[in-house]
């Protein structure tokens, strides 16, 4: 009993290829990405209340920063610095900096004011105040901002995220907290970023992991299926 399992062991791991030879290996998930369009009318949902200043701040930076759920909540006000062409943000501890090194992100401001991410913080801001501590914190049962209340967890997010989404007509149930991160990814690779360009944004460090959240967007460009189905059928080849 208690004893450990050493999955590099050769017949150990012999046995496990051999399970999945045959049983196949189940695809990695990856919540549904949030996309431009989606985003724009999820904070347009938003209500007028600083509840809902809060809630667009937290949707805006989570998704231009590619931010996980985890580090949106564990922001402080002071990792903030505003930039003349956006913000630098200054992440804490994540999955994938496992000691602590913290990880700097550039976001950058919107001509769109209605996804402005840098102006979304701003009027965050000035709900907030300008009391030391977390970046984001809870809000009463009657959707009144109290720095008493404590900062907000990472539940919450993905309730933030989920409500928006269908307030803006869009399947609640696909998306979740890292939608926001995904989202931001498959933009960029629609846009025909380079996968290193969209890494240092994500802070990925495995290129495979990284690939996981925009293959849709890569599997529609340069299809050879294009190639054929859309080439004129009628045409007399020469």
Not at 54 to 65: H, M, Q, S
Not at 199 to 206: C, S, V
Request: contains cysteine; charged residues 25%; proline residues 4%.
């Amino acid at each position: 009993m208690g004893a450990s399992l050493n999955r590099k062991h050769y017949f150990i791991r012999s046995v496990l290829e051999g399970i999945t030879r045959t049983k196949g290996r189940r695809p990695t998930r990856v919540a549904a990405p949030i996309l431009p369009d989606i985003l724009l009318r999820m904070v347009d949902s938003l209500p007028a209340t600083a509840k809902g200043v809060r809630d667009r701040a937290v949707i805006l930076l989570g998704f231009g920063g590619a931010l996980r759920r985890s580090e949106i909540v564990a922001l402080d006000l002071a990792d903030l610095e505003f930039r003349d062409n956006g913000v630098q943000v200054l992440n804490g501890r994540s999955k994938t900096d496992q000691h602590g090194e913290r990880q700097e992100v550039a976001i950058y401001g919107s001509p769109n004011p209605a996804i402005d991410a840098v102006a979304a913080l701003q009027a965050w801001l000035t709900v907030r105040g300008d009391a030391p501590g977390r970046l984001y914190v809870q809000a009463d049962g009657g959707g009144n901002i109290r720095l008493d209340r404590g900062e907000l967890a990472g539940q919450p997010v993905v309730r933030i995220v989920k409500l928006a989404a269908a307030r803006a007509g869009y399947d609640s149930e696909k998306s979740a907290g890292h939608s926001l991160r995904a989202g931001l990814a498959t933009s960029a690779a629609n846009r025909d970023a380079q996968l290193h360009d969209i890494m240092r944004q994500t802070r990925h460090k495995n290129a495979c992991v990284a690939r996981r959240y925009i293959r849709d967007a890569e599997m529609w460009k340069r299809n050879v299926s294009q190639l054929v189905f859309l080439d004129d059928p009628e045409k007399t080849p020469e």
